[in-house]
């Protein structure tokens, strides 16, 4: 008899979102790094268990690092525990990691994940070149939101 796949198995890999940058930033270029990771992390994050709320990179003697990356311990691993929040080596050319830091000491420029996701079996982070927003380029963006909401619920009503 075939085992039957749990809930978890068929719907794949989680993609973990940094929601709240989209809202605190303003994107200016976004790159793709891999992530170097230890085998606990990686199931970890495939089941979903990661958190970029905090997260942040930061370029130490010409590689990039992903800190404050939240992966919770891997509920079936007795030995090898991974530390929850130590700081992850990103994979990058060596030219985009130069860019990168040129750009990002300009004056008021971050680099900021977006999302942690699977490519190819592979633990991918899209990272991005971003500006802090001023409160009012935040309420502005939440001004859009809303009308588009609207709309979006007259047009849904009336067919």
Known sequence: M????????????????NRKARFEYLILDEYEAGLVLVGSEVKSLFGGRGNLTDAYCKV??????????????????????HERRRDRK???????????ERKSLEKGFSIVPLEVYFSKGKVKVKIALARGKALYDKRETLMKKDTKREMDRALSEKF
């Not at 130490?60 to 525990?81: A, C, K, M, R, V």
């Not at 990103?90 to 990168?100: G, N, W």
């Open 90 to 100: 990103m994979l990058m050319h060596r030219r985009e990691i130069d860019v990168i």
């Open 2 to 17: 075939a085992k039957s796949k749990t809930k978890q198995e068929a719907t794949g890999p989680k993609t973990i979102q």
């Open 60 to 81: 130490i003697n010409g590689e990039i690092f992903l800190l404050q990356l939240d992966i919770e311990p891997y509920s079936h691993t007795t030995t090898f525990q």
